[in-house]
């Protein structure tokens, strides 16, 4: 069984942000591994990240320095039996962040995909892909909360839930 941290849209260090509080307890907890759908902004965030747990991720529109383009713009992987897609959600054809995600990865044989982009939380079916943004622990625009997610993958299952804070 794995415990994962999924967060998007830190949008980190401007304007002083740092990872909150909500989100250090988690890490403190324990959790196997950090999924990182994009808009880090600065590779210091993945550097404070992995002092918690190996950190995947890609890169968000906003992450154009020397470091962000070396992050891809789609990560396929594996996690216990279980497959996953992680994207930004800024690219390829849709009206909605969502509708890109998945369009971006409708082919893959995953089972889930995790984006960002919006700052939006979303969670839903689509064709058997789950469909999972985490929103932003920074940076919650027109959202009344900030948000970060977490997974529970045990085999050949996952579930995913939305954490909410203030």
């Known amino acids: ?3 994962i941290l999924i967060i998007s849209d830190t949008h980190m260090p401007r304007m002083g942000k740092e ?4 989100v250090v307890e988690v890490l403190k907890d324990s959790v196997d591994c950090i999924l990182h759908a994009g808009d880090w902004a600065q590779e210091s965030v993945f550097e404070e990240l992995k002092m918690y747990a190996p950190v995947y991720g890609v890169k968000g529109n906003v992450d154009k320095d020397t470091w962000g383009s070396t992050l891809p713009e789609k990560l396929i992987f594996e996690i216990e039996d279980v497959r996953i897609a992680i994207v930004h ?22 089972e889930v995909i995790i984006f960002g982009h919006s ?3 979303f ?4 064709n ?9 622990p920074t940076d919650k625009r027109r959202q009344k909360q900030f948000s970060f997610g977490l997974a529970i993958v045990d085999q050949s299952t996952i579930k995913l839930n939305h954490h909410y804070f203030s």
């Open 123 to 126: 969670h839903e079916v689509k």
């Open 1 to 3: 069984m794995k415990k």
């Open 89 to 110: 959600g800024h690219l390829g054809k849709g009206r909605s962040t969502p509708e890109r995600a998945f369009r971006l990865c409708e082919n893959d044989d995953v």
């Open 128 to 136: 058997n892909k789950i469909l999972f943004n985490p929103g932003s």
């Open 119 to 121: 700052h939006i939380p």
């Open 19 to 22: 990872i909150p509080e909500p």
